[in-house]
């Protein structure tokens, strides 16, 4: 209909309509690339040329995932939860749910995060006795990721030294631990769906038949292996829809690959490319300083931007002496812009190393002014929160060793590290998980893992029938874990975190639709749903959708795939950095500059401008590396609507070091009459003698947090021992209850047995309770009385 296209240029029109053909939007920030990419899957639909169950839509973070959703329903009447609208991540997470058998995996494969993964590294060295400062595990790590990155497994991977060999010896090892404990890192996600389709061509030609319409934003910052997956999407017919700009790649350090727009243009044999140069974000002044910073750069595919709105504000640049005292400009700036009514969430301060954050967030605290962190330490990466998350874990797959290694110990309960030693070494020797390598350990420490077990087993029987968000808080106070932090000095902050987490079970259920009520370990069918959950023998036409009668596509026949328990732990092993837990509130947004790709606000600030932290040292050392960071700050200055501020401080305290810096290059890349200095500008010469001088440019001034972020690491192809599940005979058992007797709970109160199964241990009963509906118990638990 008209109005979906009434506000677009001609330019972007054509875009929107293009017939389904491979093409290559190539266009500046703010120009309307992710614009354009929404309209047309609204258009397509709209115009019955697609139905949301033929679309596939790939952007970066899970909040531009979200965004897109939004923005699509706002557009159009339809419910884009079961669309197939995520990150490279959450797709290839779902695809695997869906056929984790083909792909070699348990139902209730676990996802590893970047810091457990590099946890597991450090134990299989351990268990290994491989010396960790000859082979410091996080280059193992750093080595894995690459190599799976690159689509290699280790039988792959070219190693001529000895210590490349040695990498590779580990990285087999390391798949080999990962496929026992059922777990999967970031990159394995990917590699493991890629290779899911690439040799199981039944598979490959459904989902090639299903997928028509596949649209990718943010193309320059995929990846080899990402390519390479969305091509194998396609099939023949190549219909890929890209957006993208070369001047805002910034994961070359993480493998991404401009040259994969050269590629696909070449590969695909892109009929259209089309060039977007009308930016909509920003006033003239903060695009000047973008496109004159952005043209020190030599490799570029050529394009430029202009804007209509006019000038607008000077940027302004304040020098401040030390980081503090940035903190505190920064805040007493905020403040004004509040006082002119401008929303928290539209003022945003930029950083290049998540380290900076906290001078910051300290000043906004004492300033009483709420602010949410994206990246850093997030909610889901809080001690906490992450014990909670992998007793969770260990109800759904009790061989996660790096979740049983977390929380074994955890409450204490006299279980010390020589115990855990011989249970790994069992573990080895039987080549088993340690969960299933308890039987064989003897004497004191046996019994005590033993009762370990037994709380898992319990927690596992307990929770069988209850929601998700019942299940959580069980889980917080079975474990002890709610009763441990309530005896500790810090504990109060420790408990809301895992309060939240109950809320934010809730928020996932309603977030991704499902009953509030729905058993957090079955597979639920939502509503409209026809078909069972499994996807493996899917008839060749299941991707057709029904037509409601106003000839718009509702929801497809979209199986889930996912039990809300195993969606809800890969939704908190995916989320990057948003703090759901804050959603809602009007808070002032902190991010690192990687993080706030495709984002905008009105107001931005772009602090630490100082040579060695922006330009990060480390760019020194890599080809390509500086014009990195310039694409970095492009992206940075390109965020800002209507206000932008610059910062840097003489000295800044940073990892425990006092660190004098000079300002940062950028400022004389800047076009001086767009510039607006609030301190005097003093020649960077003039005062610290120039950059050989500076304390601050030495080669281990700090890691390059960021490098180590979003993570990584393996798993082979073996299919794994199912989990011992209850058995599922309709034989009633010994239990001493029979179908409509009536019962009373603790908990659940009073109510009449409905079905039995199972015997002896495993033997269960449904019951109806008056208030809280069916639910199956574990008898051996439940401690369910009979009433007559
Ligand atoms: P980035 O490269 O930063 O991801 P982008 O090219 O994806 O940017 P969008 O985020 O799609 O740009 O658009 C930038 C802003 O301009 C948004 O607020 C968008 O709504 C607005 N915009 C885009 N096209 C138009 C248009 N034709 N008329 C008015 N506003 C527009
Ligand atoms: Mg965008």
Redesign the pocket.
């Known amino acids: 209909m008209p109005e979906l296209l009434a506000?677009?240029?001609p330019e972007?029109h054509a875009a929107v309509t293009l017939p389904n053909e491979p093409a290559l939007i190539l266009?500046?920030?703010?120009?309307?690339?992710?614009?354009?990419l929404i309209t047309r899957i609204a258009w397509l639909i709209q115009h019955g040329l697609a139905s949301p169950a033929t679309v596939l839509a790939v952007t970066f973070t899970n909040k531009a995932a979200r965004e897109m959703m939004g923005r699509l329903s706002a557009l159009l009447p339809i419910d884009t939860r079961g669309m197939w609208i995520g990150t490279f991540h959450g797709l290839c997470n779902r695809m695997l749910r869906a056929h984790h058998r083909d792909a070699g995996l348990p139902a209730t494969f676990q996802i590893l995060d970047t810091a457990d993964q590099l946890s597991a590294i450090k134990r299989l060295m351990k268990g290994l006795n491989v010396d960790d400062e000859k082979y410091p595990p996080k280059n193992l790590q750093y080595f894995i990721n690459n190599a799976k990155e690159q689509g290699l497994r280790p039988q792959h991977v070219d190693a001529t030294d000895s210590f490349n060999l040695k990498f590779v010896e580990l990285y087999q090892a390391y798949e080999q631990q990962c496929q026992r404990e059922g777990v999967v890192d970031f990159p394995e996600l990917l590699l493991r769906c890629y290779e899911l389709l690439a040799h199981n061509p039944p598979l490959r030609a459904h989902y090639q038949a299903r997928f028509k319409h596949i649209l990718v934003?943010?193309f320059q910052d995929t990846n080899k292996l990402q390519y390479a997956w969305l091509k194998l999407l396609a099939g023949e017919s190549n219909a890929i829809f890209a957006?993208g700009?070369d001047d805002?790649s910034i994961y070359a350090f993480r493998g991404a690959n401009v040259g994969n727009m050269r590629d696909f243009e070449h590969e695909f044999k892109v009929r259209h490319l089309i060039k977007?140069e009308?930016?909509?974000?920003s006033h003239g002044h903060i695009l000047d300083a973008a496109n004159q910073l952005i043209a020190n750069n030599s490799r570029r595919l050529g394009k430029n931007l202009r804007t209509d709105a006019g000038h607008g504000e000077p940027v302004r640049v304040y020098e401040a002496a030390t980081d503090s005292q940035e903190a505190g400009w920064i805040v007493e700036e905020i403040k004004a812009l509040i006082s002119t009514g401008l929303a928290r969430g539209e003022v945003a301060v930029l950083y290049r190393s998540n380290a900076q954050s906290r001078t910051i967030e300290h000043t906004l605290v004492n300033a009483g002014i709420a602010y949410r962190v994206y990246g850093g330490l997030r909610f889901f990466e809080r001690q906490e929160v992450k014990h909670a998350l992998a007793y969770l874990r260990l109800i759904d797959n009790p061989n996660d060793d790096t979740a049983f290694a977390r929380v074994v110990n955890f409450p204490a309960r006299g279980i010390g590290a020589r115990s855990l030693e011989q249970l790994a070494d069992s573990a080895r020797l039987y080549n088993c998980s340690m969960a299933a390598a308890i039987p064989y350990v003897t004497g004191k420490a046996g019994s005590s893992l033993g009762s370990f077990a037994n709380l898992i087993a319990k927690m596992r029987a307990e929770t069988q029938q209850m929601s998700l968000p019942e299940t959580v808080e069980y889980v917080v106070r079975a474990s002890g874990l709610a009763e441990f932090y309530q005896g500790e000095r810090e504990g109060q902050d420790r408990l809301e975190n895992l309060q939240e987490l109950v809320n934010a079970a809730t928020a996932f259920l309603s977030e991704e639709g499902y009953g509030l009520d729905t058993p957090a370990r079955s597979i639920p069918l939502r509503p409209g749903a026809t078909s069972a959950p499994e996807i493996a023998a899917l008839p060749d036409d299941a991707a057709s959708v029904v037509l409601d009668p106003a000839g718009i596509a509702g929801p497809a026949q979209n199986p889930d795939t996912m039990t809300p328990l195993a969606g809800f732990l890969s939704h908190a092993s995916l989320e990057a950095g948003d703090n759901q837990a804050q959603a809602g509130q009007d808070a002032v947004q902190l991010m690192t500059v990687h993080a706030a790709?495709?984002?905008?606000f009105t107001a931005v600030f772009i602090t630490g401008l100082e040579e060695g932290l922006f330009p990060h040292e480390n760019s020194a050392l890599e080809q390509d590396g500086l014009e990195e960071e310039r694409r970095l700050m492009y992206?940075a200055i390109?965020?800002a609507k209507e206000r932008l501020y610059l910062s840097f401080a003489q000295s800044r305290l940073l990892h425990g070091q006092t660190r004098y810096n000079i300002r940062s290059r950028f400022f004389d890349e800047l076009p001086q009459e767009t510039l607006k200095w609030l301190t005097p500008k003093v020649e960077a010469g003039a005062r610290w003698g120039g950059r050989s001088d500076n304390a601050g440019w030495g080669r281990d001034w700090f890691a390059r947090p960021d490098r180590q972020a979003g993570g990584y690491a393996g798993g082979a192809a073996v299919e794994q021992a199912p989990l011992p599940a209850f058995a599922n005979t309709q034989r009633a058992a010994e239990t001493g209850f029979k179908i409509g007797q009536a019962v009373f709970h603790t908990k659940f109160g009073e109510g009449t047995v409905t079905a039995l199964e199972g015997s002896g241990a495993d033997a269960r009963a449904q019951v109806k309770f008056k208030r809280h509906g069916e639910k199956w118990l574990a008898l051996a638990v439940a401690k369910l009385q009979a009433v007559e």
Do not use: H, I, P, W
Not at 27 to 36: D, L, M, Y
């Open positions: 506000n677009l240029n972007q266009a500046g920030a703010g120009s309307g690339k992710t614009r354009v934003d943010e957006v700009d805002q977007l009308q930016n909509y974000r790709k495709g984002l905008e992206v390109t965020r």
